[in-house]
């Protein structure tokens, strides 16, 4: 099949427009150099992934890259002198914009080398796993039935090959990623050690990350686990969301969110195997949260680069999943919500976080209750409302189809709009049962 096409591509051109080099960054499998490679057909194609050139790009980098040719330099960690000589020709004026394309899969070490010797002459670029919006205009996933991608996962070639088993592939990129990546970089003792680190941390997704609790399940120390989890932000794993800080006239919780950037590898890690395992677990809510959080930050890196998303949790009291702020004010407040009742005003859990959070915030005409049911297998839609698609209107919310009057809800509900606006969808839409 043709490759998927990808919503970071136009911004790789525009990139390439204004910086003589770019660096795209990116967990192992993530597409990058598919991507790349589709992007700049005219580049000379260079991978360092074989030894005897990766031993001329570190002992002779001004040989490799010599004259004007324009260059895609494959998995530059393994020649770190390479930057150093990149630098060199740039500074002399021997690069065109975007004449270095550059990409690696342990981002850790790649990043040490560009953030040394070419800060200012790289623009440097994040490429996720797939998404939905991605996924949908390749008419490979229903917008309409993301929970698709939890279950399957993100990774292109788990799309390209569908009769790929998903338990393989991940058993073996994680065997991959211990073996290529952890224990170069970190030199760990114990393979099995942090292999158990890294199921106890994917069943934390979408909570508060405490490095003491996760040293004390995995029996290593809090540096250690700290440390461990730089690596996996690093590499492109993870993602630590931090809480808002602005002065709200509360004492705001300090610890952050840990977010898998791959729903599906999350979902794998923690046992999940098909649709049905995912909706009867307790873990589902905390899944979807994570595959949203990733549309999300998919949405602002393609709409708005630079973009902080935060969430706001207040010790013992209201939260926002997500505020997307500026430094000085605040854009954006999105609760999510999964609710186990027909409707969503049935829960009046629901009802009074809405009402506790909108007296809370500052501005809280910013913050959005909007509502959208779903039913099994498939979405009924509202008007003028399309599906999980973050790079325009959406808002998602889900049900199991059960009926249940206590209030106990949990789940999601996102919202996120182009012309910076935030919609509010009136309640009455539903008929009350």
């Known amino acids: 099949m043709p490759p998927i096409e990808r919503d970071l591509r136009t911004r ?43 031993e001329q790009a570190e002992t002779r980098p001004e040989d490799l890259i010599a004259g004007d040719e324009p260059l895609l330099l494959d998995e530059i960690q393994y ?24 990409t690696g899969s342990q981002v850790f070490e790649a990043m040490s080398g560009i953030s040394e010797s070419l800060a200012g002459r790289c623009a440097v670029l994040h490429l996720d796993t797939l998404g939905v919006h991605e996924l949908a205009a390749a008419n490979l996933l229903n917008e309409q039935d993301p929970l698709a991608l939890i279950v399957r996962g993100g990774y292109p070639r788990l799309w390209a090959e569908p009769d790929l ?28 050690d942090f292999e158990r680190f890294v199921r106890a941390l994917a069943i934390r997704t979408g909570q508060l990350l405490s490095y003491s609790e996760l040293s004390r399940e995995v029996g290593v120390a809090v540096n250690t686990i700290k440390e461990w989890t730089s690596v996996l932000v690093t590499s492109g794993v993870v993602t630590l969301l ?38 009867a677990s307790p873990l589902c809510g905390a ?41 000085t004010h ?36 910013k913050f959005a209750t909007v509502w959208k049911a779903f039913s099994q297998p498939t979405i009924q839609a509202l008007d003028n409302i399309p599906g999980l698609v973050l790079r325009t209107t959406t808002v998602v919310g889900i049900h199991d189809g059960s009926h249940d009057n206590g209030g106990r809800a949990y789940g ?13 969808v009136a309640n009455s839409r539903f008929p009350r049962p």
């Open 12 to 54: 790789l051109l525009e990139a390439a427009r204004f910086y003589p080099a770019l660096f795209l960054g990116g967990c192992r499998q993530a597409g990058k150099t598919t991507l790349l490679r589709a992007t700049f057909p005219d580049h000379r194609f260079v991978t360092l992934d074989i030894p005897s050139v990766a």
């Open 79 to 102: 020649a770190p002198a390479l930057p150093r000589a990149l630098k060199v020709a740039i500074d002399r004026g021997d690069a065109a914009p975007g004449r270095f394309v550059l």
């Open 165 to 192: 088993p998903r338990e393989l592939f991940f058993a073996s990129y994680l065997a991959t990623y211990l073996e290529r990546d952890v224990r170069n970089l970190l030199r760990v003792a114990s393979l099995r």
């Open 242 to 279: 931090e809480p808002y800080h602005r002065s709200l006239g509360k004492r705001l919780v300090k610890s952050p969110k840990v977010y898998w950037n791959d729903a599906g590898f999350a979902a794998w890690l923690c046992g999940i195997h098909g649709r049905e395992q995912l909706l």
């Open 287 to 327: 899944l979807w949260e994570t595959l949203v959080h990733g549309e999300l930050r998919r949405h602002l890196a393609l709409t708005a680069p630079g973009t902080p998303l935060w969430f706001w949790n207040v010790q013992g009291g209201a939260e926002v999943d997500f505020l997307i702020a500026g430094h």
């Open 330 to 365: 605040l854009h954006r407040a999105l609760e999510r919500k999964r609710a186990r009742g027909r409707y969503y005003f049935n829960s009046g859990t629901w009802i009074r976080l809405i009402q506790l959070t909108r007296s809370t915030l500052e501005d809280p005409d």
């Open 412 to 424: 999601q509900l996102y919202i996120a709009q182009d012309d910076g606006t935030l919609a509010d």
